[in-house]
């Protein structure tokens, strides 16, 4: 669950892709993201309009054979409030993962480092509060802090686990904004193509939403609905788009799902450009230990 407005830092630009991501890449998409990564067009180029900035990236891409390689299979929340917390804990376990098998983090830890930062004793918060915690904590492994079916706000982890938990630190994650959070918009065309570019280049995207109070499929497909029909709020995290002319904004995001017995599904662009209230990303910028291919 999302609680309150998160704090500000300034919007850094993507990054490369982390190394052997198998996504939908093409010649032209690849040229497209490594001259546009920087804050500004060179001199003398006219800025793309949207449409043209869309077609060049991949038709499609899918991160979820890279996260079956690595081991890190989706979990469930259970009946605790903790959507957004297992969303960066996966996005970080994405980040520091590596052959043969990645690491399976602590979402218990990541909780009790976000309220030791904040000062509070909540069960869940927003992606900036989560953050926080791990700049100053750091984040275990799940066997050194187990989930618990119950939040337990007395739960400490032991020095040892302190410890351990810092070290990851060290490993040079960045966190990047696509848009900040704000419950009363939902995303710009701008947001959509940076989220798609941001999956091209084989990073995960944490999404935060106002969520159908009662949820309706057609098939694997979340369907819409309107404002007074949603509420704030739930998270999950993107981890791949197609087109779909089929679908309301002609295409659809694959999201990975811990709530309501870790249904994953796809998400209608319009969906997504309506109740979407923030997004963000994370990547291993400094790790030397990375492994060459995954």
């Not at 935060?208 to 949603?230: F, H, I, N, Y």
């Not at 998270?235 to 788009?241: I, K, Q, W």
């Amino acid at each position: 669950m999302q609680r309150t407005v998160p704090r500000t830092t300034p919007v850094k630009p993507l990054r490369p892709t982390p190394a052997g991501f198998t996504g939908c890449f093409s010649l032209a998409g690849a040229l497209f993201i490594a001259c546009s990564a920087g804050a500004a067009d060179p001199p003398g180029r006219p800025r793309q309009a949207p449409a043209e900035e869309s077609s060049a990236l991949p038709a499609a891409a899918d991160l979820r054979p890279v996260f079956d390689k690595l081991g890190l299979e989706r979990r469930k929340q259970g009946a605790r409030g903790t959507c957004s917390v297992f969303t960066v804990v996966a996005a970080l376990e994405f980040a520091l993962g590596r052959e043969p098998k990645a690491e399976r983090l602590s979402v218990e830890f990541l909780n009790w480092a976000a309220n030791q930062a904040g000062g509070s004793a909540n069960d869940g918060g927003f992606f900036s509060e989560m953050w926080e915690g791990f700049e100053a904590y750091g984040i275990c492994t799940e066997d050194e802090m187990p989930y618990r079916a119950g939040f337990q706000p007395a739960d400490t982890p032991s020095p040892q686990v302190l410890l351990s938990a810092k070290a990851r630190l060290q490993r040079g994650l960045s966190r990047h904004w696509i848009k900040r959070w704000d419950v009363t918009t939902g995303l710009a065309a701008s947001h959509l193509l940076d989220i798609r570019r941001t999956l091209s280049q084989g990073w995960p995207v944490c999404a935060g939403l106002r969520w159908p109070k009662r949820e309706s499929w057609q098939g694997d497909v979340l369907q819409m609905c309107g404002p007074e029909a949603v509420f704030d709020g739930h998270s999950v995290l993107l981890v791949g788009y197609k087109g779909d002319e089929s679908q309301p904004g002609a295409g659809v995001f694959i999201f990975r799902n811990t709530s309501n017995g870790g249904r994953d599904g796809l998400m209608p662009y319009a969906f997504a450009s309506a109740y979407i209230n923030d997004a963000m990303w994370i990547e291993a910028t400094r790790d030397k230990t990375r492994a060459p291919k995954r």
